[in-house]
DNA sequence: CTGTTAGCGCGTTCAC
DNA sequence: GTGAACGCGCTAACAG
């Protein structure tokens, strides 16, 4: 293994003035020693030991992304904003999945913690379990104790810098639009209880449909994937729309009902939301509220990487896109 | 912040005793003392310091991993598999994405180079432009030498461990599956000239179409993408089944023909490859090779972690799955 | 079992 | 400009 040692003898200098010519130092070196480092380093094939440059700088390029699932097209859109922004900044991304158990969650802040990431991006929604909510948020303070940054894309809940989806407003939005479509019995695929992402868009929606004096929807949990969307679905009935709390389960409820005989949208309306990119060719073509995914992840590892004071929560506004999969009525 | 010698101090033993119950070491510490070292450490908050112990170590608890692009369901499965065992194994995974630029695929082996990674992973296609293999394998054979494994998702071109798709033999598999069905007219939306898994499928399918004597079909370029399926799709004609050399092209095929009033698969058939799982619910339901991405990933690493003496190649055959997008012919 | 000590590779004051 | 030397936090002999 070559060493800055091994170069810095093999340039005939001291170790110092290698160090000052291949990592990024602000002295500066003459022209004729730097050459002779540079060729020396070509040479042996030197490679920097970031483990020692961290040690001794006591700061990483490295940031900590903890998602569910990166198999989801949602956190995949998240990540690879983020990433962007990474790459730019010549950070590289440890990534860590927890596929949605919250004891992995902490256990990856202490580890990226250990890791002296520089800061630590958390996606995905936060749980209405106060006690798991409490004890992320010791691991985090005290990953932020010792000067470690944290944003979050979600819910509000950490005390750190957040850029928060309008679920709630979204989906009233939402709402709205399809009462204007005529609907007035609408069932919805709500999701697990104990996820705020999904409470949060049940009850703008919900709400919403008060608000319009519409009647209650018709509420059916299950798992916030592809067949929680299509179990619920299989029990809906009696309604003209169907508002699945996520665009994957929207495609799962597209699959029951094309399974149950039921023509979407002549017999039922769906509407899912986020407006997943890979899903976009799907016949017919979902109505959703479009959540810019990217630039959310982009925007929470600036709000991250750019420490301020205190934290700043960004609210993100959801927009109605109304496609084939909900027609108007009468 | 709180360091291992801190730790010791407060527990009042040596600094090697609280490093033994710390951290993974082999060697037994009395009750009473680990005791009081576990309690020294809660009680300080401490967390190790992974950039020292890997340093001391010389030898770091992270592995790399490479792909063209996250947001492609493609991609997102092989790195979920390869997660999985990293996690499994106590390993953080390191995420670069090329966006598909060869450059940046070499950058990024350099980089995971300097951090000494236990081991690089490298999914996706290799190019035809042997300039750019070429100094892709300088850089990995620098990293290996000095005790860097890595493997490879792929073409077997690397000269290191590599899991590679069969992607010929199931491009062959699928044409005489789509003959069978009595098609003899053929178009391919063949993607971009230098991918060598585009390539591969592409003379896969070609060659088995000669095999059973069947005229030569039309191949239209295109970009590997969404965009370049529908894009090929739009100059098809004259033909009664169009093979997508992967399943996200198909989708833009599916689109192209939708908006061109095409029937799919009354009019024409349509098959594409790798069988992503976000897509499974399509409609009409995709004919395609299915490759099983996530255990790709998930072998890849487990190649690369398991040190050998020298390269292992292992294939992994697609199976052809003949859905609702193709049909029989008369 | 437990403690002492010498590095691991590099950044960075300091003097020159 | 350049070099010498100390320290970053931890591991791993080695000695007891």
Same mark, same amino acid.
Do not use: C, M, Y
């Given at each position: 293994m070559v060493t800055l040692e091994d170069v810095a003898r093999h340039a005939g200098v @001291?170790?110092? +003035?290698? @160090?000052?010519?291949?990592? !990024?130092? +602000?002295?500066? *070196? !003459?022209? @004729?020693l730097r050459e002779k480092v540079e060729v020396a380093a070509a040479q042996l094939g030197y490679r920097t030991n970031v483990a020692a440059q961290t040690l001794a700088r006591g700061a990483s390029n490295v940031i900590g992304l903890v998602v569910h699932d990166l198999t989801d097209p949602y956190f995949a859109a998240i990540a690879d904003g983020a990433m962007r922004v990474a790459e730019r900044q010549g950070l590289m991304v440890m990534v860590g999945t927890t596929?949605?158990?919250?004891? $992995?969650e902490i256990a990856y802040v202490?580890?990226?913690?250990?890791? &002296?990431? &520089?800061?630590?991006?958390?996606?995905?929604? $936060?749980?209405?379990?106060?006690? *798991?909510?409490?004890r992320l948020r010791e691991e985090l303070d005290r990953y932020r104790e010792t000067g470690g940054r944290v944003a979050c894309v979600g819910q509000d809940m950490l005390g750190v810098d957040t850029v928060a989806?309008?679920? &709630?407003?979204?989906?009233?939005?939402?709402?709205?639009?399809?009462? !204007?479509?005529?609907?007035?019995?609408?069932?919805?695929?709500?999701?697990?209880?104990?996820?705020?992402?999904?409470?949060? $868009? *049940?009850? !703008?929606?919900t709400e919403e449909l008060h608000r319009l004096g519409l009647p209650d929807p018709l509420v059916l949990h299950g798992s916030f994937d592809r067949d929680g969307g299509y179990g619920a679905a299989t029990r809906v009935s009696g309604v003209t729309c169907v508002f699945a709390v996520n665009d994957v389960m929207a495609v799962g409820a597209l699959a029951a009902f094309r399974d149950r005989g039921i023509r979407v949208p002549e017999d039922v309306s769906v509407a899912g939301f986020d407006d997943i990119f890979t899903l976009r060719d799907l016949v017919p073509a979902l109505s959703t509220v479009r959540l810019p995914l990217a630039d959310m992840g982009a925007r929470a590892l600036e709000l991250a990487l750019d420490a301020a004071e205190e934290a700043r929560v960004e609210g993100v506004a959801g927009e109605v896109v109304l496609r084939a999969s909900t027609r108007a009525l009468g």
């Open positions: @001291s170790l110092a +003035t290698a @160090s000052r010519v291949l990592n !990024g130092s +602000t002295r500066q *070196v !003459g022209a @004729s596929h949605r158990d919250p004891q $992995r202490s580890t990226l913690n250990a890791q &002296r990431v &520089r800061a630590v991006l958390l996606a995905g929604s $936060r749980l209405t379990d106060t006690q *798991v909510t409490r989806p309008g679920n &709630r407003e979204g989906a009233a939005a939402l709402a709205r639009a399809l009462a !204007g479509l005529g609907h007035r019995g609408f069932a919805i695929l709500a999701g697990p209880e104990g996820l705020i992402t999904a409470r949060d $868009r *049940v009850a !703008g929606f």
